[in-house]
């Protein structure tokens, strides 16, 4: 679609990479379940030779998700870690990184066990500005790598000012936006080199496919990404893409409804007399609210929580909510909970996670689209049982 960028996210979502099928007139795109394409004569087809490499489903996803970002590319692989992976296998061995100190714990687990012999770490707390600079300055990294908001304690980063302090010594900025969504936030437009996401959680938004993405302005860093990933082999298959082109139609609708929910389960539990602390980006407590309103169009569907009490109070918690899910992940329509000193971060050593507060009696919640009035009685309910 020639004016991708021009319309809104809401009719983005429905129809970049959505146009009907040209062939037969479907509204519905066919799913290209194929591993190979016919040539007419050795070296000679139609910009399809083998699904590994492209795939038509593939590429109209691509479309999308570009658009989406404001991005002129787009790479989508067979889940968050391989896009995560390939921008780290991008970079050659001494690449010197910044790494936020709250981040996903797939992501701290492969810099500290997989990259650790080819790179050099560190990590800083992003929301404080001069601290970042005194790295910039001091360690002069290659590579930072940033959330925001940060999982799972929902810090947010200037974005914009940490980009152009790290464009001025030459360093390259990734942003996993996966937390907020395209529809919230756009980090190449605050300044961010790469923006990855997880389409397992809010992009597809039905807990059924495992994806990742990348989207970037780069053609060079693109086809170096490409290049890795035609060679390493992580890329979606035909049918987990249709699903995330399925599950993105709705993706303007579900964010706003996650993020209505979200705000009311904080100020309900905020109020609650069994909770000592509510971590949410649209909560005037959260400490850096006045940022999150100025980067982001809304405030997403995560919180978190610290109960009163410790590890036997938040397993009573967790073992007597219904509606909310304890399982990992997040992002899907569905209600969500989990405890991520035991779960998402137990890779994370406990002296890291207590500085951090990723404690026993911390829980990480992902607001589905459910009824708000059902799912603050199912934590009313849990709470009482505490």
Not at 136 to 144: A, R, S, V, W
Request: charged letters at 20%; proline letters at 5%; hydrophobic letters at 40%.
């Amino acid at each position: 679609m020639s004016n991708a960028k021009k319309i809104n996210k809401a009719t983005q979502v429905i129809h970049v990479g959505n146009e009907p099928d040209q062939t037969t007139g479907a509204v519905i795109p066919p799913i290209y379940q194929t591993s190979t394409f016919v040539q007419s004569s050795p070296g000679e087809h139609k910009g399809y030779e083998y699904s590994r490499s492209h795939n038509p489903t593939r590429t109209r996803l691509e479309e999308c998700l570009a658009a989406l970002e404001n991005a002129d590319h787009a790479l989508v692989t067979s889940s968050g870690m391989a896009a995560i992976s390939l921008i780290f296998q991008s970079f050659p061995v001494g690449t010197k990184v910044l790494c936020g100190d709250d981040v996903y714990g797939g992501t701290y687990r492969i810099l500290n066990t997989i990259y650790n012999d080819r790179f050099e770490l560190r990590q800083v707390n992003s929301t404080n500005l001069p601290a970042v600079h005194k790295e910039l300055n001091e360690y002069k990294p290659d590579l930072i790598w940033l959330e925001s908001p940060t999982n799972p304690m929902l810090q947010i980063s200037d974005v914009k000012a940490i980009c152009d302090a790290s464009h001025d010594v030459g360093a390259v900025v990734v942003v996993d936006n996966t937390f907020m969504s395209p529809y919230f936030q756009n980090p190449l437009d605050l300044g961010a080199d790469m923006v990855v996401h997880s389409l397992t959680k809010y992009i597809n938004g039905h807990s059924d496919v495992v994806g990742g993405s990348i989207m970037l302005n780069n053609k060079e860093q693109y086809d170096k990404l490409w290049y890795l990933q035609n060679s390493i082999g992580p890329s979606q298959s035909p049918f987990d893409s249709w699903l995330v082109l399925r599950g993105i139609k709705t993706l303007a609708i579900r964010m706003e409804a996650h993020a209505k929910n979200a705000l009311e389960i904080a100020e309900f539990l905020e109020a609650h007399p069994k909770v000592e602390k509510v971590i949410y980006p649209g909560l005037p407590s959260h400490p850096q609210h006045n940022l999150a309103k100025k980067q982001m169009k809304g405030f997403g569907g995560m919180l978190s929580l610290t109960l009163k009490g410790g590890l036997e109070e938040a397993k009573c918690f967790l073992e007597e909510v219904r509606l909310f899910i304890l399982a990992e992940s997040l992002g899907g329509v569905e209600s969500l909970i989990e405890h991520p000193a035991i779960m998402t971060h137990a890779s994370v050593p406990l002296e890291e996670r207590n500085k951090l507060g990723i404690t026993d009696n911390f829980v990480r919640v992902s607001v589905g689209i459910e009824d708000l009035d059902d799912l603050k009685a199912d934590l009313s309910n849990a709470l009482d049982k505490i």
